[in-house]
């Protein structure tokens, strides 16, 4: 049975946990938060479109690393968190948060249909009280011009019947400082209310140091998200630009990196690498851009720092060439190990891995390629682009041994996952191609790596 209530109830169901609070999208983002929401005691409905996720959910187990089996289970167990795959239990919950995917298309042009789809399910069952949030990542407009009109077929008021705020995830998979616990939320609602209710329920799951910010609008909500994402974006580009100079001036960067990072202010330290790659920074900026056209305007900076950190994973390629080509052997035919697929350090995230396209570039090349990373048993490889086989190709990952490193005619480390012992595999190595300065600290073999 759906109870008609009124937004004036939401604040004493908020402070009694007797709010019923649904999350839609239950990935790296979505999962995370649907565990601190029922952490703090809220019953929580976790829905997501993939059945196969939403049961291995209810069975207790989970798909992401920052998220234990031992700390899912429990809340399961218990009856506080459930996951479904369909929309059907969506009128009865009191608040939604949406956490759903927003890639790009293959022209890098924004793909709300994921944020279309959670929000016209969400408006066909839509009631008077509820509270929608939305957490995805999008350009400024998405939750008034995208969402809203979707929730507006239900025939009710915003800000009145049903409040909507925006509020960016920025949850940083792998970081062991912070998590969605202890990480400061920004908030943006349609109305002064749509933001003090969204406050009031990130004020139930937040750390006490973790602070709630309000800015006058979703739009302001939706652009802050993109301005830290494009401090990033741009910041690395820097700094693969200053190694590409290095490297051309035979200064090691990262030297010159660590000795800046001795300034106590006006300096943080970023660092260079294979190129960017997750759900985020080679995505988010790109909306911005897109959106930034409307209104006859070119987002420079963004759109330079995105040419840069594309191009890292050509680089990469050519050093490789270049190593190879100084112990007197082609890239073609030669055997290449690539250690890393995830698209940073300690995550089994895999999406847009400058890892995986330098795979596609030494295939194209025509490499002997194998990978490995602990976290990622298979990739798939689109060959298209690149070369006239137009098959995606899927590669598994293989076993890493003596034998492994031993047969490769360069091993290529382009993620420095933890679990890796680096002496090792430089000691059984004959040649290392190292992007991401993963051997800084070994104590024998240094002349077999290539630092880039
Ligand atoms: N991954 C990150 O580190 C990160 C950090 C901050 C913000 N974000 C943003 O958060 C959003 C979600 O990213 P993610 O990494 O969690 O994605 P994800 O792919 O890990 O998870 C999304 C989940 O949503 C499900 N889904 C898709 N459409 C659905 C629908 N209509 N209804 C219900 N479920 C649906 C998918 O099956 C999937 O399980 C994106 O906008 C992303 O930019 C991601």
Redesign the pocket.
Known sequence: MVSVVSLDRLPALITSKQARVGV???????LPLALELARAGFNVTG????SA?AASVNRGISHILDVSGEELAPLVRDGLLHAVDNFEQAGELDIIFI????PHDAAKAPDLS?VE??SR?IGSHLRSGQLIIL????YPGTTEEVMLPLLQASGLTPGEDFAVAFSP?????GNKAFDTHTTPKVVGGLTPRCSELTKLVFEQILDRQASVHIVSSPRAAEMTKLLENCFRSVNIALVNEMMLLCDRMGINVWEVIDAAATKPFGYMPFYPGPGVG???IP??PYYLSWKARQYDFYTKFIELAAEINLSMPFYVVSRVAEALNSCEKSLRDSKVLLLGAAFKKDVN?ARNSPSVRVMELLLKEGACLDYHDPYVEEVTVGLGIFSRRSRDIKLKAVRLDEATLKAADCVVITVAHSAYDFDWIVANSGLVVDTVNATRSIKAGSQKVVLI
């Open positions: 839609v999208g239950l990935g790296y983002v979505g829905f997501d479109t993939n996720r956490c759903v995917p927003t994921f789809a959670a399910e957490e995805s990542t999008s995830e920025r949850v940083d998979p997750g759900h985020c995505v988010d995230d």
